[in-house]
């Protein structure tokens, strides 16, 4: 058969459409398969999580101004699973509420191990970490590589990170807890939590060597999804092939760190779906800036989406 070039765009521009309209169709009469789309228009006021390929859990830093246990209780009606990125002072209360602390936070990513002025205060609060984990059930302890420094020696400064790292470990290890290294983006510079320009370890396969050289079973990869998409991108082949590193993920739209949502690139069910094929079926954190009138639709938004 013979067909010009503008007879096949135009048919495939219908058949795009007809492919659109059979997913809004299929969502309103609720199929499974639907229920990942990504169209802000699908997003069902009544979702809950319905599998248990993977763990939900949420940053609560990216809800402010909502309280904590308001957004905590919210998290649980939807059918989350845990909460990080909270004031260790709410650890109780979430606790009894019936959610795990997912992740638990430590020196940050400005001061960090690859400087050696910031090495015995990333050593203390490291290890003061691990410590506040054990005691509130939480296997995972975030770590970061810290910032470049002017006359800084990449080489040198990866090896006091690697040196900080497994100075501390021998206590995670002891105490069932994984330090997860987490590779941040340093393009956008549009805001604060958007990017961090000028951040070591921005990028993921650097990260990854890191991890290697550490050599513990005890410190992973925290894969963030919106990270690696603004600096390394092919996200799904870089899961498969570094699934044995990874430890904990965090998800968000690019551009702009809004919600998973047909505005921007990522195809997150297709990445979750991957994640999970490849074996990991840990905590998954959505750490995406609302941009919704309802924060919380959102949030169920993305617990639908990434729901396989």
């Excluded at 802000?40 to 904590?68: F, R, S, V």
């Excluded at 959505?286 to 396989?308: G, K, N, Q, Y």
Aim: proline residues 5%; aromatic residues 8%.
């Amino acid at each position: 058969m013979n067909l010009n070039r503008r007879h096949f765009f135009s048919s495939a521009a219908l058949l795009g459409a007809t492919s659109a309209f059979g997913e809004r169709s299929a969502f309103a009469a609720g199929s499974g398969t639907s229920a990942r789309s990504v169209l802000k228009e699908a997003a069902d006021p009544k979702y809950k999580i319905q599998n248990k390929g993977i763990k939900h859990t949420l940053m609560g830093w990216c809800w402010k101004p909502m309280e904590i246990m308001e957004l905590a209780r919210h998290a649980k009606e939807i059918g989350l699973l845990g909460i990080e990125g909270i004031d260790r002072k709410y650890y109780p209360e979430v606790k009894a509420l019936g959610l795990d602390i997912s992740l638990v936070g430590s020196h940050g990513f400005g001061n960090g191990p690859c400087n050696p002025k910031y090495r015995e205060e990333v050593i203390a609060k490291l290890s003061d970490a691990i410590e506040v984990a054990s005691n509130v059930g939480c296997k995972k302890v975030i770590t970061f590589t810290g910032m470049r420094f002017e006359g800084m020696d990449p080489e040198k400064a990866a090896k006091e990170c690697v040196e900080v790292w497994k100075t501390v470990l021998p206590a995670a290890e002891k105490k069932g807890i994984t330090l997860v290294l987490e590779h941040l983006n340093s393009r956008d510079s549009s805001h604060p939590m958007k990017g961090h320009p000028g951040y070591f370890g921005d990028d993921v396969d650097f990260c990854v060597d890191l991890i290697k050289r550490v050599g513990s079973p005890n410190f992973k990869l925290l894969f963030d999804i919106y990270h690696v998409s603004i600096m390394n991108g092919d996200v799904i082949r870089r899961i498969r092939n570094h699934r044995e590193y990874i430890g904990h993920i965090h998800t968000a739209g690019n551009p702009g760190r809004g919600e998973l949502d047909e505005n921007q690139e990522i195809h997150y069910p297709a990445v979750i779906r991957a994640l999970v094929e490849s074996g990991y079926n840990d905590f998954v954190a959505h750490e995406f800036i609302p941009t919704w009138s309802d924060p919380i639709l959102a949030l169920r938004h993305a617990a639908m989406v990434c729901d396989v």
